[in-house]
């Protein structure tokens, strides 16, 4: 999904997952924070493209990596989605 052609059902849904991170945003401390250069509508689509496949990874992944924040790999395509809209109100 190309961040410049999200369709309305698609801007709704990415609205909605960028509710669900905001508040996890909100305690982010800027002097913390690094600084990254990379194309965010590629990144988007590197992640979407390939989170079927990772999810199909999941209890692989809680199994081989017991200290894994399983939390935040559920809520990947969350955190792609509000980075796209993050990108769009940029």
């Known amino acids: 999904?190309?961040?410049?052609?999200?369709?309305?059902?698609?801007?709704?849904?990415?609205?909605?997952?960028?509710?669900?991170?905001?508040?996890?945003?909100?305690?982010?401390?800027?002097d913390e924070l690094v600084?990254?250069?990379l194309d965010?509508?590629?990144?988007?689509?590197?992640?979407?493209?390939?989170l079927p496949e990772a999810k199909a990874l999941r209890e692989r992944i809680i199994k081989e990596l017991p200290s894994f924040d399983i939390a935040s790999f559920d809520?990947?395509?969350?955190y792609a989605l509000a980075l796209g809209v993050t990108q769009t109100r940029f």
């Open 1 to 30: 999904m190309a961040i410049n052609s999200i369709n309305v059902s698609n801007e709704v849904l990415a609205d909605e997952a960028y509710a669900r991170v905001e508040p996890e945003l909100a305690k982010l401390v800027p």
């Open 35 to 37: 600084q990254l250069n």
């Open 40 to 50: 965010v509508s590629a990144a988007l689509q590197t992640i979407l493209g390939v």
């Open 75 to 78: 809520r990947l395509e969350d």
